[in-house]
């Protein structure tokens, strides 16, 4: 085994990607299985999670799709408790779904609102519970990513609850990784700037992307394979032994631009 294989060595481990279907943690879990990582993929569509899980068994990895009510803690529970029963373990957790919308901040109603907070945090958190207390019982070296977003660094006009939330997200990760990094269980948060994400499609007309990628030192959009790499180091109990609490951005410069 060459040095860096050993650094990202992933082979056994055993990866929860809650929001696999979609585009970005799609990829992610793609990356992983190439990687070794038996995933499985967690969410209430079974089409979009059988072509992730096609390209994954084409490229020799493994994984399934488990059906979850993320907003339900029983069924984040009952996903848990089955994957445990299937695979042996759990050593990779990955929260990643997520919701946005482009309502005018007067306009936001309580609604609206509470449903972005509660699949963008809430299910996170309720996750984060679940999935750590397993971790905690396991007493392995365990590695927890959640989804953040650049808006939650630096907020954006016209997403204004999806940013508040991910504000949320930060903080809940950073909370954690104090919390259990005694116990071996590192929580991190990988930081997209702006890839075609679904969520992202309803906000984003000619003006706001000419804007995005004159603000964008890579002059471009991120491809969802460029989040593969971060994924690797942070889910590593090697080379990622001793980040946590961190906020891993990956944005093609957008937070380093100014004028």
């Known amino acids: ?16 990607i809650i929001g696999g279907t979609g585009e970005l943690c799609g990829h992610m879990a793609i990356g992983l299985a190439k990687a070794g990582v038996e995933v499985v993929i967690a969410g209430r569509d079974q089409t979009k999670a ?16 488990l059906a979850t009510d993320l907003k339900q803690k029983d069924s984040l529970t009952e996903l848990r ?25 007067l306009e936001i109603g309580k609604e609206e609102f509470q449903n972005i907070f509660d699949i963008n945090l809430l299910a996170m958190m309720q996750a984060c519970q679940v999935f750590g207390q397993h971790f905690i019982d396991y007493g392995e070296p365990a590695s927890i990513i959640n989804l953040g977003s650049i808006s939650g660094l630096n907020p954006l006009s016209r997403v204004f609850s999806y940013s508040a939330s991910k504000a ?4 809940l990760s950073k ?7 005694a116990q071996q269980i590192r929580v991190n948060t990988l930081v997209p700037g702006f890839f075609p994400a ?11 992307v000419a804007s995005i990628i004159g603000k964008t030192p ?20 090697k080379a990622g032994s001793f980040i946590t609490g961190h906020e891993m951005i990956v944005d093609g410069g957008f937070s380093a631009m100014t004028i």
């Open 198 to 208: 679904e969520q992202n499609r309803k906000v984003l007309d000619k003006l706001r």
């Open 81 to 105: 408790d089955t994957v445990i029963e299937r695979s042996g373990k759990i050593d990779i957790l990955i929260n990643g779904a997520g919701v946005n919308s482009p309502t005018p901040f």
């Open 218 to 237: 890579a002059e471009r959009f991120g491809k969802p394979d460029e989040l593969i790499g971060a994924t690797l180091l942070l889910a590593s109990n």
């Open 1 to 16: 085994m060459s040095y860096l294989d050993h650094l990202f060595d992933l082979n056994g481990k055993v990866a929860v």
């Open 50 to 65: 059988d072509a992730k899980l096609a390209i994954i068994e084409a490229a020799g990895g493994t994984g399934y799709f």
């Open 175 to 181: 909370n954690l990784a104090r919390e259990w990094a």
């Open 168 to 171: 949320a997200v930060h903080n």
